[in-house]
């Protein structure tokens, strides 16, 4: 399947403090990413869509204003947790979008801890 | 809306033990069904999938058949191996969103 990067893989940061997440597609240009949240022994909660050169559309019950969603280029989505509190500590996981077939493709997934 | 439940775990086995993980959906429409797995530190990666009732997917001896009567995508594999310990997510896609089980954590001893 395609690759799919993150970065960073874990970052731990003080509470208060903003922290970006960058997702990269390698194999291929996607015009739409996805961002989860998985919380221990829970499915992934699905954040927001992210289309490339317009606004993400976020899920109900998401802050866009607290998880902040660029997708500037075809290949480069970010995800920016801002004024980061400990109960956003969780794994988050970026996804592609194949729209030949509709498949999805992970990235490996970034463990945010705030402390 | 549409949801995936799928049997808790953690299942514990033995190796060349035989393997079901139920899933069943809800769902409106023809949704397409998936099994992912993630393996300790790494992403997700698709297992297999299945586009339509009756349908069986398949890959690396695992296998599901999307049975629409009884809304359900069980997945089974014959004889577990050590290296198939992992979270494996049950997951349907209806009109472009997928929804995820809360996942099954499968451990295989030797």
């Known amino acids: 399947g395609a690759v799919v990067s993150q970065h960073p893989s874990r970052v731990i940061c003080k509470s208060g403090t903003s922290v970006k997440i960058e997702c990269r597609s390698l194999?291929?240009?996607?015009?739409?990413m996805f961002w989860y949240r998985q919380f221990p022994k829970q499915s992934l909660m699905l954040m927001a869509t992210?289309?490339?050169?317009?606004?993400?559309?976020?899920e109900q019950g998401v802050e866009k204003d607290k998880f902040l969603i660029n997708h500037a280029s075809l290949t480069l989505s970010t995800l920016t947790v801002t004024s980061a509190h400990p109960e956003d500590s969780s794994f988050y996981i970026c996804?592609?979008?194949?729209?030949?077939?509709?498949?999805?493709?992970f990235g490996p997934g970034t463990r945010l801890t705030v402390l | 809306g549409n949801s995936v439940t799928q049997m808790e775990g953690p299942v514990t086995l033995s190796e060349e033990a035989f393997l079901t993980i139920n899933c069943t959906y809800t769902?409106?429409?023809?949704?397409?069904l998936f099994w992912y797995v993630q393996y300790p530190g790494e992403g997700l990666q698709l297992l297999l999938k299945?586009?339509?009732?009756?349908d069986k997917g398949s890959n690396k001896g695992f296998e599901a058949t999307y049975r629409k009567e009884t809304t359900s995508f069980h997945l089974e594999k014959g004889s577990v191996q050590v290296s198939d310990s992992a979270v494996y997510f049950c997951?349907?896609?209806?009109?472009?969103?997928?929804?995820f089980g809360t996942g099954t954590k499968l451990q295989v001893i030797p």
């Open positions: 996804s592609t979008l194949w729209r030949t077939n509709n498949e999805q493709f």
């Open positions: 194999d291929f240009q996607a015009t739409t």
């Open positions: 992210s289309n490339e050169g317009s606004k993400a559309t976020y």
């Open positions: 769902a409106t429409g023809y949704p397409s």
């Open positions: 299945a586009t339509k009732a009756d």
């Open positions: 997951a349907l896609r209806g009109y472009q969103k997928v929804t």
